[in-house]
T-cell receptor
Framework: GEDVEQSLFLSVREGDSSVINCTYT??????LYWYKQEPGAGLQLLTY?????DMKQDQRLTVLLNKKDKHLSLRIADTQTGDSAIYFC?????????FGQGTELSVKP | DVKVTQSSRYLVKRTGEKVFLECVQD?????MFWYRQDPGLGLRLIYF???????EKGDIPEGYSVSREKKERFSLILESASTNQTSMYLC???????????FGPGTRLTVT
């Protein structure tokens, strides 16, 4: 089945760019998703990319998809302390979302 | 705005107790899901439901059961709570034909 992998931690300074990476094994997902979980809260959909796209930009967020390498990344420009959260990538398989382990982003002032 | 609510934010139960976690959504969504979240493991699917009175096992159903008597409500039941069920439990819902899931705020359950 689908396996989705992420590194667990990332620390950046305020104003820098953050890049969160994700690898997956199953290419059949029509969409790939990024969810954000703020401390003490549930998950919120941050952005998504259609599987036939290479890149999607949404304000400070850029999603890159490399289908050949099965690699997905989320870039946050001008990272702010309010971006501190856990970020999950997810693919869709068999009627279910398959989540990565989550990357905890820590933004230092 | 889609709203998914969970009955408790924090719950402390003793080993062996029967525990009910309730989830309600107000968007007439067909699909509802229960996950548990543990550090380093991400979200793991316990059970899901595509319709009233229907349920499907997820990846880790052992020790849990579910009930969906009404479309808007999906309950997770721990028949006899154990310490290894201490976790954050997240409920989600989605509409028919869409992948996007809307999450509740979570219930942090501690079993002592």
């Amino acid at each position: 089945g689908e396996d989705v992998e992420q590194s667990l931690f990332l620390s950046v300074r305020e104003g820098d760019s953050s890049v969160i990476n994700c690898t997956y094994t199953d290419s059949s997902s029509t969409y790939l998703y990024w969810y954000k979980q703020e401390p003490g809260a549930g998950l919120q959909l941050l952005t998504y990319i259609f599987s036939n796209m290479d890149m999607k930009q949404d304000q400070r967020l850029t999603v890159l998809l490399n289908k050949k390498d099965k690699h997905l990344s989320l870039r946050i420009a001008d990272t702010q302390t309010g971006d501190s959260a856990i970020y999950f990538c997810a693919g869709y398989q068999g009627g279910k979302l398959i989540f990565g382990q989550g990357t905890e982003l820590s933004v230092k002032p | 705005d889609v709203k998914v609510t969970q009955s408790s934010r924090y719950l402390v139960k003793r080993t062996g107790e029967k525990v009910f976690l309730e989830c309600v959504q107000d968007m007439d969504h067909e699909n509802m899901f229960w996950y548990r979240q543990d550090p380093g493991l991400g979200l793991r699917l316990i059970y899901f439901s595509y319709d009233v009175k229907m349920k499907e096992k997820g990846d880790i159903p052992e020790g849990y059961s579910v009930s969906r008597e009404k479309k808007e409500r999906f309950s997770l039941i721990l028949e006899s709570a154990s310490t290894n069920q201490t976790s954050m439990y997240l409920c989600a819902s989605s509409g028919s034909g869409t992948d996007e899931q809307y999450f509740g705020p979570g219930t942090r359950l501690t079993v002592t």
